[in-house]
């Protein structure tokens, strides 16, 4: 339920802000893979990457070899880049890349 995983995800936010817990989360959406400090990808037992969350969501190589679409924010910023609007790298998560085009159009 759709509700009842935003609740879920706000209070894991919250926790991790505070800084008083260590969260450890299974997930095959990468959309709640871009909340994460640290990203862990595990295909038939092997690991094929492990690090930095941003750097390991901004490799669009990895996503294209392993078939998989990449998170809400970075399909619209390669969208917008592959219409020849420049993006700054720095944007990349869906909240990043929504607050960007907020300014963009105002």
Do not use: C
Not at 38 to 49: E, F, N, T, Y
Request: hydrophobic share 40%; glycine share 6%; no cysteine.
């Amino acid at each position: 339920d759709p509700m009842g995983r935003k609740s879920i995800m706000q209070l894991l936010q919250t926790l991790h802000d505070e800084g008083k817990y260590t969260i450890i989360m299974i997930t095959h959406d990468l959309n709640k893979a871009e909340l994460a400090d640290h990203v862990l990808i595990v295909d038939q037992g092997k690991i094929l990457a492990n690090g930095d969350s941003r750097k390991i969501l901004a490799n669009q190589e990895l996503f294209t070899k392993l078939q998989i679409a990449p998170a809400t924010g970075q399909q619209l910023k390669n969208n917008l880049v592959q219409s020849g609007i420049e993006v700054p790298q720095e944007y990349l998560t869906t909240g990043e890349m929504i607050k960007w085009l907020k300014h963009k159009l105002n």
